[in-house]
């Protein structure tokens, strides 16, 4: 196959490095960008196949990078020899192939062409480094297709992502997306719990947690830089009380452009390794607002909760226990099921008699199932003393109201991932915590 490269280089060895690779058989250079921006418009009108890229090129980011993957361009480092500074910084950013002007003329060409286009996955193909011998022996196709059994509960190797999600109209997203994420980590699972709300985040209202906290918007800009990493992020994401840990949302909504799904997708990554559940509190929008846009480079403010629903595990659908809000809750499902998410765990939040009626969980579990076919439906009960009183604390119902029906109903809930209920104690070391935030 013939792959046509872009180059985006630094200027002192740029032409030696061009030099050499338009010499490679089956290669080409379609065109020496000057910056990233010519760069990314030679990849939007599909003028190659291969991105070769410096650390130093002014502007490059995680989005960038993804920008060039979306349009089909696959990226490759390049340095002097002996640069390892820049090497390890673009592998920071997610790009783990690598050349410079000292690569062996056949290792270059292996990287460039496999990287460009690479063969689909063959389960009884060997992948070798340059000057490996081939086996002497044929490779036998697997036919045991028994799945190995699952790692000990105790010992997590990549936490579970629980993304709670639900219609405009305050149905109670955040509420109960702050009181899962503590019980799961008062059942002794450490838990991250982030704001991914680009039009009204609240979790650190609802915790507490100082409003100048750095959060989401300096994680994603240390995504975007390449200086994210696992210990960064512990140290960005407060802990309020012991195994549970917040990374705020941005302070105003007008910050939203600074979150890019790129960044978003490698703090959600990131947090699996931190703790054994990660609780995405989402905004309410999932209309691809790309569409809306005659710049489709441009930043897209759902981009953050379409990325939520895409790397998660599970789905938490809350919707409100009255006519409005349960209409809501059924164009909520037709919606999801049209973007890439789990199937969704129906969670009717406000469930009263002076909404819906006498009975009130046999008419919304008839009307859930009769429009929108919905079954399995968790109900929440209305109690908004408990509510009140926690969001005048700044604290969750488990601290300031452990016996309200609304926090055993979230206990039980949260059960379902943990298999035991979480205890009923109150957190002595919260206060503590919280001010170190």
């Known amino acids: ?181 503590s019980e799961l980590a008062a059942a002794g699972a450490p838990t991250v719990l982030i704001d991914l709300d680009t039009y009204g985040a609240a979790v650190a209202q609802l915790l507490s947690v100082l409003d100048e906290a750095p959060g989401l918007a300096a994680a994603a800009r240390a995504s975007e830089l390449g200086t994210l990493d696992l210990v960064a992020l512990a140290r960005l994401a407060v802990e309020v009380s012991p195994r549970f840990r917040v990374l705020t949302g941005v302070p105003t909504p007008s910050r939203w452009p600074e979150v890019r799904s790129a960044a978003v997708e490698h703090v959600i990554e990131l947090a699996r390794s931190l703790a054994a559940f990660v609780v995405l509190d989402l905004g309410f929008g999932i209309e691809d607002d790309e569409e809306l846009s005659y710049d489709t480079a441009a930043p897209r403010r759902n981009a953050t909760t379409l990325s939520g629903l895409a790397e998660a595990d599970d789905l938490v659908l809350v919707g409100s226990a009255d006519p409005i809000g349960l209409q809501r809750m059924v164009r909520a499902v037709q919606g999801v099921g049209q973007v890439s998410s789990p199937a969704p765990r129906p969670v009717v939040n406000r469930l009263r008699a002076s909404s819906v009626g006498s009975d009130p969980a046999r008419r919304v579990e008839e009307s859930l199932a009769r429009f929108a076919g919905v079954e399995g439906i968790t109900f929440l009960p209305d109690d908004p003393a408990a509510t009140d009183a926690a969001l005048l604390a700044g604290a969750t119902l488990r601290e300031c109201a452990p016996d309200s029906p609304l926090r055993r109903a979230i206990v039980q809930l949260a059960a379902t991932w943990t298999g035991a209920a979480a205890p009923t104690g109150r957190s002595s070391a919260r206060g503590l915590l919280r001010r170190r935030g």
């Open 1 to 181: 196959m013939s792959v046509t490269v872009l180059t985006a280089l630094s200027h002192g060895w740029e032409g030696r490095m061009v030099e050499v690779v338009d010499r490679l058989p089956g290669v080409t250079v379609g065109r020496r960008c000057v910056d990233l921006a010519d760069l990314l418009a030679a990849a939007s009108a599909g003028l190659g196949d291969l991105a070769l890229i410096s650390a130093d090129l002014r502007g490059l980011d995680r989005d960038a990078l993804s920008h060039l993957r979306a349009h089909g361009v696959a990226v490759v480092g390049a340095s002097r020899e002996g640069a390892e500074s820049e090497e390890r910084h673009l592998r920071q950013l997610g790009v783990h192939r690598h050349v410079h002007l000292a690569t062996p003329r056949e290792d270059l060409v292996e990287v460039l062409t496999t990287t460009a286009g690479a063969a689909p996955f063959d389960p009884t193909r060997v992948d070798l480094m340059p000057g490996e011998d081939p086996p002497t022996a044929p490779i036998e196709p697997v036919t045991d297709l028994t799945p190995p059994p699952p790692p000990p509960l105790s010992e997590p190797t990549r936490g579970r992502v629980i993304a709670v999600w639900g219609p405009t109209g305050a149905p109670g997203r955040s509420t109960l997306a702050v009181n899962l994420a």
